[in-house]
């Protein structure tokens, strides 16, 4: 299925940036902006139905600095005994609600997959202090899926890596409807976000950033 969404001025700059690490394509300003504040008044009003929890961290019990949420069949949880996918919240076991049509959309435009993704994993940067540490995204089946991430609200300093982790690494800017495709020989690097930077953008009502991430979490049937 096609999801169709309104464009506006971004489809005149649909073109990846070299980051230097092959698969992994940097989409500057791949959402425009009337369609990025459409999407964040349909994300506030599944917040208002959902809202989003502080995750702790397995095994330490320690909170994390960042809000999440999940849209799709699957959401991506972070509890005591360790991550896991599942179809409802650890709150009020309620299924997660669907995922946006604009990043069907963008899925659709920027995968090369032939499944659609079973999870957008929502992450608020919602503090000055708030960061997501080193790591990678290895709790899915279908590793040949790239994971695809929007941006919204105030620009971050995103950090990516090698294999291990402590390889080199450098970073790089992720701005409001910025698009990152993480595939082929970079699905499974290193990454993380080292700040955020408070008051860069205006989009999001009181500031702060949201990450969305979409991955395809089983294979699909042959
Ligand atoms: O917030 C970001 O840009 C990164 C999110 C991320 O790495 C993840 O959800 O695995």
């Not at 972070?78 to 995922?99: F, H, L």
């Not at 595939?183 to 008051?199: N, T």
Request: glycine residues 10%; charged residues 20%; aromatic residues 8%.
């Amino acid at each position: 299925m096609t999801h169709i969404v309104p464009k506006d001025e971004s489809s005149l700059r649909k073109k990846p940036v070299d980051t230097g690490f092959e698969g992994l394509s940097l989409y500057p300003g791949f959402m425009g902006k009337v369609v990025q504040a459409s999407l964040v008044a349909e994300l506030m009003a599944a917040f208002a139905a959902m809202p989003p929890y502080r995750p702790r961290m397995p095994r330490t019990g320690r909170p994390w600095s960042i809000l999440q949420m999940n849209f799709g069949p699957l959401g991506w949880v972070s509890r005591p005994e360790g991550y896991a996918y599942s179809p409802v919240n650890d709150v009020d076991k309620a299924p997660w609600p669907a995922i946006p049509a604009a990043l069907l959309a963008l899925w659709d435009e920027l995968a090369a997959y032939p499944a659609p993704p079973e999870c957008c994993l929502v992450n608020l940067y919602d503090v000055p202090k708030s960061r997501m540490g080193l790591h990678r995204d290895e709790d899915e089946q279908a590793l040949d899926a790239p994971v695809i991430s929007l941006s919204l609200g105030d620009t971050c300093v995103f950090r990516v890596g090698g294999f291990a982790r402590g390889d080199k690494s450098k970073s790089f800017r992720l701005a409001s409807g910025d698009a990152l495709v993480m595939g082929g020989p970079s699905r499974l690097r290193f990454h993380g976000v080292d700040r955020v930077i408070s008051g860069s953008s205006r989009l999001i009502p009181g500031g702060g950033r949201i990450n969305l991430t979409l991955r395809r979490v089983t294979k699909p049937a042959q």
